[in-house]
């Protein structure tokens, strides 16, 4: 079944915001640790960047390993675990990102046509059904009538992009029928290794959004970790707390004034 399209778009409030306290407690009678919480410059974040592509490029170079090396067997282990049982799933698993792709492209399609744009109809569904909405549907799908409506809606929504999508996925699915399983395994591995050196990319960059973002509380200007391998050993509650808090934090392509 297609699933509801309602993405969450930011608040005025999470504009503007350049700095925060925080405070953490592991449950002993103590006072909490507080910390300030600041927006990084330019230049931190462009170090941030370097960093983890660093990270990245260590992992993306295994792609170029001999077929049954070590390094990609390790990745190639981890079939099982993503339900990777025959040639039927791997073609699925690496068609998949031109599937997305197609289903995207389609989405923005439909969302463009006067049935849905016309009035803001479809985002103001959207609004709605992240306003409050999708937790009264899931606690009584066939409770409230408007909240079932909207439902309903957005349900059609996706399903008219499912039926756009249906034909450029089995084109995309039959463009392998006529490769060999061999080079469909090769393809699948490099898949997991970018995968993996995407995931390594975002975790390195994080810890040094972290590292430089984190302040002293009774001065601003002064780094709480000495460095970023001491944030990498806290626990990692407290470092996705501070990862997630940053990152509500921040507003792509707006800065605030202090």
Known sequence: ?????????????????????????????????KIWLSKISPIEQRDAADQATKVRAKILSIKNSPYASNER????????????ENREDVVA???????????????????SEDAWSNDNYLKSLQDAWNDGLSEAWIKDPDGDPETVRVYDELKRF????????????????????????????VEAVNKIIEAE??????????????????????????????????????????????????RDMTVEGVEGKG
């Open 1 to 33: 079944m297609a699933e509801i399209i309602a993405p969450k778009r930011r608040r005025l409030s999470d504009l503007y915001v350049v700095g925060r306290e925080m405070e953490f407690n592991d449950g002993v009678d103590e006072e909490p640790v």
């Open 73 to 84: 067997l390790l990745y190639q282990d981890q079939f099982n675990d993503l339900g990777l």
């Open 93 to 111: 698993f690496v068609a998949g990102s031109k599937i997305q792709e197609a289903m995207t492209s389609n989405e923005h399609r439909i969302a």
């Open 158 to 185: 996706a399903e008219e992009v499912d039926a756009a999508s249906a034909e450029e996925r089995d084109n995309i699915i039959a463009e392998y029928d006529h490769v060999s399983y061999e080079d469909i395994l």
């Open 197 to 246: 050196a995407d995931y390594s990319w975002l975790n390195e960059f994080s810890y040094y959004q972290v590292f430089y973002s984190v302040r002293e509380i009774d001065d601003h200007k002064v780094r709480y970790f000495e460095s970023v391998d001491e944030v990498k050993s806290v626990d990692n509650n407290i470092t996705s707390a501070l990862i997630a808090a940053y």
